[in-house]
Nanobody
């Protein structure tokens, strides 16, 4: 069983930046995959923003390339999503997602609101 806890959400103006963190309850060397998804208001599906496979390079959705950066800290067991130049359509609940022993795990989500 893996517990994921996201933090760092909040209200930010368009063009601003936020840093989201996901704390993982197990040693991250065991994870096969790590990703950040968002669910926008009124939508049921979560959309992938950024991901990284164990030992691989980060991948980004076209909509966030050049603005978002996913990174990991194996000592702190955290997965970070650095978001810059945020747009109003970035208003969403952001979720951390990990794959461990072929099982998907999700955090509870953190709200990001981009508004002036």
């Amino acid at each position: 069983q893996v517990q994921l806890v996201e933090s760092g959400g909040g209200l930010v103006q368009p063009g601003g930046s936020l840093r989201l963190s996901c704390t993982v309850s197990i040693n991250m060397f065991s994870l096969e995959y790590m990703g950040w998804f968002r669910r926008t208001p009124g939508k049921a599906a979560r959309v992938l923003d950024a991901s990284i496979f164990s030992g691989g390079q980060p991948n980004y959705a076209d909509s966030v390339k050049g603005r978002f950066t996913i990174s990991t800290d194996d000592n702190e067991n955290t997965i970070t999503l650095q978001m810059s130049n945020l747009k109003p359509e970035g208003t969403a609940v952001y979720y951390c997602n990990d794959l461990y022993r072929h099982t998907n795990y999700w955090g509870q989500g953190t709200q990001v609101t981009v508004s002036s």
